[in-house]
């Protein structure tokens, strides 16, 4: 057996909650980054156990995070599935979720939609997942595993509408200062390719979706979002997310 810890994680929140689920399961943990290509086509055994984190993207999967997880041979593997937002809501995430693992051939045992610092407007969630939250993360983890161990094999009820919401998401305004060393660091990691390697001080609109990747691996700081427009984002959001959500696990 072995225990996966698999998330599409562009700013590091979701990273943080599936590895902090996984280590609660297992003391070793292998790790599949859906951000990289290299992540396409992995098969797994019924004896594994996954832990498959994405963020909740205008209440969606990331569609890239859908697209590798759509290449996946789950080969009757167990799945955990996991949402994580920034302190709005995941819509339809969750949902959407389980059905591409069971798509692909998992068997989904439990949903979990956790809280993480927002990846554009860092005061919402602000700090999340805290210790806190990794503590209950922590107990989730082992009500999960009491499930398995006394063998209830039971499908969770989980939150979420069918047809999904329609996808939204456009490309954020990013400023790029003149610290920039060209080491194209931005370009070689966007999961979407929409930062040409010829010009890393630009952005192909048409594919960017915002996920602040670029932002998070730039060694200088020399990326960031335009000011005017968080500040826009954050008085559409705030009525939605100044009210401090909850965890919550589904058995």
């Known amino acids: 057996m072995a225990v996966y810890s698999i998330h599409f994680s562009p700013t590091g929140g979701t990273k943080t909650v599936a590895d902090v689920l996984a280590h609660a399961l297992s003391d070793e943990v292998r790790t599949i980054d859906l951000l990289q290509k290299s992540a ?14 994405v963020p909740a993207f205008g209440g969606r999967v990331p569609p890239k995070a859908a697209e590798r997880l759509r290449t996946f041979h789950a080969n009757g593997a167990t799945a955990v599935t996991v949402a994580v937002f920034g302190n709005r809501a995941i819509d339809d995430t969750l949902i959407e979720l389980y059905d591409l693992a069971l798509a692909v051939g998992f068997t989904v045992t439990a949903g979990i939609e956790a809280v993480a610092e ?19 993360l922590t107990a989730f983890a082992q009500a999960i595993k009491q ?40 370009a070689r990691h966007c999961p979407v390719e929409a930062i040409p390697l010829t010009n890393v001080k630009t952005v192909a609109a048409d594919k960017c979706f915002s996920c602040m990747h670029c932002v998070s691996v730039c060694p200088v700081g020399a990326r960031r979002q335009a000011p005017h427009a968080v500040a826009a984002l954050a008085e559409r959001l705030r009525e939605r997310c100044t009210t401090v959500k909850p965890n919550r696990l589904y058995l």
């Open 40 to 53: 396409e086509k992995q098969s797994f055994t019924q004896e594994d156990i996954c832990l498959i984190a």
């Open 147 to 186: 499930k398995w161990q006394a063998n209830r094999r039971t499908t969770p009820t989980l939150p979420g509408n069918r047809p999904y919401k329609e996808f939204h998401a456009s490309a954020m305004s990013l400023a790029v200062d003149d610290t920039c060393t060209n080491c194209k660091r931005c």
């Open 118 to 136: 927002h990846s554009l407007v860092r005061e919402f969630g602000h700090g999340r997942p805290n210790a806190a939250d990794k503590a209950e």
